[in-house]
Nanobody, 124 residues
Framework: QVQLAESGGGTVQAGGSLRLSCVAS????????LGWFRRAPGKERELVGG????????VYADSVKGRFTLSRDDAKNTMTLQMDSLKPEDTAVYYC?????????????????WGPGTQVTVSS
C-alpha cells in the first residue's frame, strides 16, 4: 500500500506557473499508474493527467494540453505536475492518485490511492 502527499500549491496570477509534487511516503511508485485530479468548487473531481508505469504514455485533459506537463521519477518516488500559463479556471484542489491498473482511467473511482490534496488558486 502506498501513501501519497502533495505539495507546491498556492496562489498565482493568471499566466503564471506552479509546480506540484507528489511523494510516496510508504511503498513504491514503480508499480502504479499515477495521475493528477482536481476538483473545482461546485464541480466533480476530474482527471488532469496521468502517466503509465515506466512513463511509457502520458495523457492530459484537453483543457490543460500544451500548458501542463506531468513526469515521474520512480527512483525518488516523486511525480510532478508543471503548470504553466495558468488560468482562473484552473483554480481547484489538486490531488495525486495511484492506480494498479495499467492504463490511465478517467473515473476517480477507478483509482486506488489518494493524497489529501493541495489548493491551487489562480487570480485574474
Amino acid at each position: 500500500q502506498v501513501q501519497l502527499a502533495e505539495s507546491g500549491g498556492g496562489t498565482v496570477q493568471a499566466g503564471g506557473s506552479l509546480r506540484l509534487s507528489c511523494v510516496a511516503s510508504r511503498g513504491s511508485f514503480s508499480v502504479y499508474t499515477l495521475g493528477w485530479f482536481r476538483r473545482a468548487p461546485g464541480k466533480e473531481r476530474e482527471l488532469v493527467g496521468g502517466i503509465r508505469i515506466t512513463g511509457t504514455e502520458t495523457v492530459y485533459a484537453d483543457s490543460v494540453k500544451g500548458r501542463f506537463t506531468l513526469s515521474r521519477d520512480d527512483a525518488k518516488n516523486t511525480m510532478t505536475l508543471q503548470m504553466d500559463s495558468l488560468k482562473p479556471e484552473d483554480t481547484a484542489v489538486y490531488y495525486c492518485a495511484a492506480s494498479v491498473c495499467a492504463f490511465v482511467l478517467s473515473r476517480p473511482s477507478d483509482w486506488d490511492y489518494w493524497g489529501p490534496g493541495t489548493q491551487v488558486t489562480v487570480s485574474s
